[in-house]
């Protein structure tokens, strides 16, 4: 059984940054496919980022490539996610996903664990 906690989320203003962290107990984190997902008020739960069990690879949802940045330290057992020039419309609650297969994915129906997500709003 995996546990996730995530970290860092805030009120900020248009434009600034933010970086969140995950971090995972009770598994072996190396094994983990993760991924950050986000839910705003009244909508689904969306995908916003992957990154495979070593680092290699890393897929992004088309509105944060560019902005968005997701990394992972094995040796901490933590996943990342830079956000740079924050719009509003990425305030949400954001939460990290452990998948335990190899192959990155984005649907979240895929995922295994999850935590219970942090808020993130960005004032215009």
């Known amino acids: 059984q995996v546990q996730l906690v995530e970290s860092g989320g805030g009120l900020v203003q248009a434009g600034d940054s933010l970086r969140l962290s995950c971090a995972a107990s009770g598994g072996t984190f190396s094994g983990y496919t993760m991924g950050w997902f986000r839910q705003a008020p009244g909508k689904e739960r969306d995908f916003v980022a992957v990154?495979?069990?070593?680092?290699?690879?890393?897929y992004y949802e088309d509105s944060v490539k560019g902005r968005f940045t997701i990394s992972r330290d094995n040796a901490k057992n933590t996943v990342y996610l830079q956000m740079n020039s924050l719009k509003p419309e990425d305030t949400a609650v954001y939460y990290c996903?452990?998948?335990?297969?190899?192959?990155?994915?984005?649907?979240?129906?895929?995922?295994?664990?999850w935590g219970q997500g942090t808020q993130v709003t960005v004032s215009s």
């Open positions: 996903a452990a998948d335990r297969t190899r192959v990155p994915v984005t649907t979240k129906g895929n995922y295994d664990y």
């Open positions: 990154i495979s069990w070593a680092g290699g690879r890393a």
